[in-house]
């Protein structure tokens, strides 16, 4: 076993586009959220825009947090449907896609807490990282198996510690942002962040060598 500061470091090789602007086109979000508010057949085209809008980075959100695409389309379905359910409780209809986020945020842990608990019973399997839909298509050889590596010991985490640690290292969101998706303090995300890092690097073995 190999202690490496340099896990998180090779992560952000990955080059994902999870967090990448959509092009937007059309209104603004808090337009078409408030819009979507009302009780007649323009709020569903306007709900039906923002679903467009937002559905793919929903989708790679909760991929890179699984780390494979098992019922990540259910998630975002889900997802959805509790956003367009609780459209009237969002304070501020220019965030709708970060709300979007902590929504999509709260059911992967639900899904992730469910089948960290049935491995546990031994009633199940760790489900094999999907490599094809959290690498870049251009990811060398040694970033997949970094990757490979570092989403089979995530696996091992507690469901907040592994979405903490892949919302700053994966999706590379500031700690503020982090702490907002995953619904807690500033100071829980950090020290989710921190426990998860430890733990990667006390059991991370690294085939390449040490970053200069």
Request: with cysteine.
């Amino acid at each position: 076993m190999v202690r490496t500061p340099s896990a998180a470091t090779r992560l952000r090789l990955i080059g994902g586009t999870a967090t990448a602007d959509v092009a937007a086109g059309g209104p603004p979000d808090d337009e078409l959220v408030i819009r979507a508010r009302e009780k007649d057949a323009g709020a569903v085209v306007a709900f039906e825009a923002l679903y467009r809008r937002h559905a793919a980075t929903a989708l790679n959100l909760a991929v890179r947090i699984q780390g494979s695409t098992s019922d990540v389309e259910d998630v975002v379905h889900d997802a959805f449907v509790k956003a367009h359910q609780s459209l009237a409780e969002l304070r501020e209809p220019a965030a709708f896609r970060s709300w979007l986020g902590s929504i999509v945020v709260r059911l992967v842990r639900t899904r992730l807490r469910r089948r960290r608990l049935v491995a546990m019973l031994g009633l199940a399997t760790p489900e094999p990282v999907d490599l094809d839909a959290v690498a870049a298509s251009d990811a060398d050889p040694e970033v997949r198996a970094l990757l490979a590596q570092v989403y089979a010991l995530l696996q091992t985490l507690p469901a907040d510690e592994r979405i903490a640690w892949t919302l700053r290292h994966v999706e590379r969101h500031r700690l503020e942002t982090v702490a907002s998706l995953a619904g807690c303090s500033l100071a829980t995300a950090k020290r989710r962040i921190a426990r998860a890092q430890d733990f990667l690097e006390e059991h991370f073995v690294s085939p390449f060598a040490e970053d200069a």
